[in-house]
């Protein structure tokens, strides 16, 4: 579903839900006016997709969350509520640029369970991919997806800090989600990074790595 779609479909909307599971957990950058932690069905966080503009390049692409179907799962994040008008186009057009045109997302429409309420859905607009994307690197083991992750960084900043930011998030803000990728990655970046002796004062240094949470990992809750 393209933006131009979404605007029709939007014409006479007074609010919109956008689904965040990957980096706009923590870094959102558009205007909204409340969000809620929950969950949609029949789909899982993976890290399967390339990128080679915010968190990587073109000879040493990144690796991107984004979610795919499977049965009987659940993928949690935020339902961001953005009101009124001009403000859903604003953020239409800045999501489109940043996780289309530059991510090589598509966009879905599904239904959001909130954690408070899970009998109650949500109509949410969500950003994904599937892999017939040309960014699609495909799955591979934690250790050679952790290697890409802590070689790699883009316009946005390091892929370091993409992965292991998300992760912080969710332990600290949704401990119902029991990510098994996205933890086991998370850990393999970690170990990684200590094994090839990074010390605390050269991480230190590049403030988007940053350094205690990558040193000393943040708890699950």
């Known amino acids: 579903m393209n933006t131009e779609t979404l605007k029709e ?3 006479n909307a007074s609010h919109l839900h956008v689904f965040g599971y990957g980096s706009l957990l923590w870094k959102t950058d558009f205007k909204y006016d409340s969000k809620q932690v929950g969950f949609i069905k029949n789909y899982k966080r993976k890290f399967d997709l390339g990128n080679t503009t915010h968190r990587g390049t073109e000879k040493m692409p990144g690796r991107v969350a984004h979610i795919e179907e499977s049965e009987g799962d659940k993928a949690w994040g935020v339902a961001f509520k953005v009101c009124g008008k001009a403000e859903i186009m604003k953020a239409l057009n800045y999501l489109n640029t ?3 045109e530059l ?3 598509t966009t879905l429409v599904t239904e959001f369970h909130p954690r408070e ?3 109650q859905t949500l109509t949410v ?3 994904t991919a ?3 994307n040309t960014l699609y690197l495909g799955p ?3 250790l050679d997806m952790a290697s890409q992750v802590v070689s790699a960084r883009g316009k946005a900043g390091s892929n370091v800090e993409y992965v292991t930011k998300i992760a912080e998030y969710v332990k600290s803000f949704i401990p119902e989600d029991t990510d098994e990728h996205l933890f086991s990655l998370d850990k393999e970046i970690r170990f990684l990074i ?3 002796q990074l010390s605390k004062h050269r991480v230190g240094q590049d403030p988007e790595l940053h350094a205690s949470t990558i040193i000393n990992p943040v708890p699950a809750s």
Do not use: A, Q
């Open 9 to 11: 479909l939007l014409l």
């Open 98 to 100: 940043r996780e289309c």
């Open 103 to 105: 991510g090589g997302y």
């Open 117 to 119: 309420n899970p009998k």
């Open 125 to 127: 607009l969500c950003y």
């Open 130 to 132: 599937t892999n017939d």
């Open 140 to 142: 591979t083991s934690y």
């Open 194 to 196: 200590r094994d090839r």
